[in-house]
């Protein structure tokens, strides 16, 4: 299976942005980039998904770089409710098992 | 509204004795997933489902069992074989088997060895 890797833990100010990066270098050409958030003691939701154009929707941004080797999770305005462990996973074609990681523990700083 | 719900919240095992986790989805999504997390972990994929009446295994299936005999419906059930059952199970399912679908995730079940 395709890997991704992530630093274990970064901190942010509030309000200012947040640049969540994803290392996935044995990533084929027909997997998707997906990233969930999970709060404690909850179950993860959904952020954002992309195959190789960045993407935006209303939580937040999603960077991928050219050779799609890696990418970037952007929360454009960090507040206290971001804090969140954010997983980077690959969807990965022809097999329907979804793996995850142990993600990015995302500390806000009021 | 729709969602996936799983119960119990919380659940205490006996030593040697088979629990049952429920989890239930009406959002007639096919594939069907159940993961294990431990303290400060990552997700574990323990077994998934892409359609009913069939079933494969993750990467730490032993100790554990499923059956999908409706659509919605995916129990887990940790069995005395699992020697370390303490741990926050997630269900998820996912609409179709297209790669581009997100997960959408339970509350999940604390479950711990008494």
């Known amino acids: 299976d395709a890997k991704t890797t992530q630093p274990n833990s970064m901190e942010s100010n509030e309000e200012e942005p947040v640049h969540l990066p994803c290392n996935h270098s044995?990533?084929?050409?027909?997997?998707?980039i997906h990233w969930y958030r999970q709060l404690p003691s909850q179950g993860p939701e959904y952020v954002i998904h992309g195959l190789t154009s960045n993407v935006n929707n209303r939580m937040a941004s999603l960077a991928i770089a050219e050779d799609r080797k890696s990418s970037t999770l952007i929360l454009h305005r960090a507040t206290l409710r971001d804090a969140a462990v954010y997983y980077c996973i690959l969807s990965t074609g022809g097999y329907q098992k979804v793996t995850f990681g142990t993600g990015t523990k995302l500390q806000v700083i009021p | 509204d729709g969602g996936i719900t799983q119960s119990p919240k919380y659940l205490f095992r006996k030593e040697g004795q088979n629990v049952t986790l429920s989890c239930e989805q009406n959002l007639n999504h096919d594939a069907m997933y159940w993961y294990r997390q431990d303290p400060g972990q990552g997700l574990r994929l323990i077994y998934y489902?892409?359609?009913?009446?069939?079933?494969q295994k993750g990467d730490i299936a032993e100790g554990y069992s499923v059956s999908r005999e409706k659509k919605e419906s995916f129990p887990l059930t940790v069995t005395s074989a699992q020697k370390n059952p303490t741990a926050f199970y997630l269900c998820?399912?996912?609409?179709?088997?297209?790669?581009?679908?997100?997960?959408?995730f339970g509350s999940g079940t604390q479950l711990s060895v008494l």
């Open positions: 489902s892409q359609i009913v009446n069939d079933f």
């Open positions: 044995t990533i084929s050409g027909t997997d998707y």
């Open positions: 998820a399912s996912r609409r179709t088997l297209e790669i581009r679908e997100k997960l959408f």
